[in-house]
């Protein structure tokens, strides 16, 4: 059974960099087959794809966040990982990671995610 | 970037009654469309996919239907345990959420 673990500050200070990390077990993400993708959730509110990663390194982030996001993969320890840079209080979310399946090589559903994580922006 | 419109946002149903939530895409998507479920504090389930499908798990009473733009998810007879909020998905984009609250 695949499961995903987020890990990272649950507080940022307005203007850094939020960093989070998501563990991969029961599955290697280097078999390929899935991109890898991290989901946000304002509260309250609905879902927001921040972007993907395949295991090859390869990328593609939701255009309305694009000038602020790194998504990154380390296969040798079965993660993958986000930044956010110039956070502000609209980006306090809880985030999630969520494998997304792949059909004829294009993403569809997600049928994995971790628990998620809060992570609040604040001084 | 295809846009996801989901009706109604709230819902209010009884225990036993069959519940109807519909999701349009803004142009057509085939099939390519998932279901999910989210209870508060808890991530999304994928309940549906490719329209259709039913996740393994799941329960019969969901089922899903629809192809190009129109598509609905069917709960045939309302559980406790199915109050929740559903959000259908194409590719990277999620409908705004349906909440099936107690009526």
């Known amino acids: 059974q695949v499961q995903l673990q987020e890990s990272g500050p649950g507080l940022v200070k307005p203007s850094q960099t939020l960093s989070l990390t998501c563990t991969v077990s029961?599955?290697?993400?280097?078999?390929?087959?899935?991109?890898w993708s991290w989901i946000r959730q304002h509260p309250g509110k609905g879902l927001e794809w921040i972007g993907y990663?395949?295991?090859?390194?390869?990328?593609y982030y939701n255009p309305s966040l694009k000038s602020r996001v790194t998504i990154s993969v380390d296969t040798s320890k079965n993660q993958f990982s986000l930044k956010l840079s110039s956070v502000t209080a609209a980006d306090t979310a809880v985030y999630y990671c969520?494998?997304?399946?792949?059909?004829?090589?294009?993403?569809?559903?997600?049928?994995?995610w971790g628990q998620g994580t809060l992570v609040t922006v604040s001084s | 970037d295809i846009q996801m419109t989901q009706s109604p946002s709230t819902l209010s149903a009884s225990v036993g009654d069959r519940v109807t939530i519909t999701c349009r895409a803004s142009?057509?998507?085939?099939?390519?469309l998932a279901w999910y479920q989210q209870k508060p504090g808890k991530a999304p389930k994928l309940l549906i996919y490719?329209?259709?499908s039913l996740e393994s798990g799941v329960p019969s009473r969901f089922s899903g239907s629809g192809s190009g733009t129109e598509f609905t998810l069917t709960i045939s007879s309302l559980q406790p345990d199915d109050f929740a909020t559903y959000y259908c998905?194409?590719?990277?984009?999620f409908g705004g959420g349906t909440k099936v609250e107690i009526k």
């Open positions: 969520a494998r997304h399946s792949l059909y004829g090589g294009n993403p569809v559903n997600f049928d994995y």
């Open positions: 029961g599955g290697s993400i280097s078999s390929g087959g899935y991109y």
């Open positions: 990663i395949y295991y090859s390194g390869s990328t």
């Open positions: 142009q057509s998507i085939s099939s390519w």
């Open positions: 490719k329209a259709s």
């Open positions: 998905q194409q590719y990277r984009t």
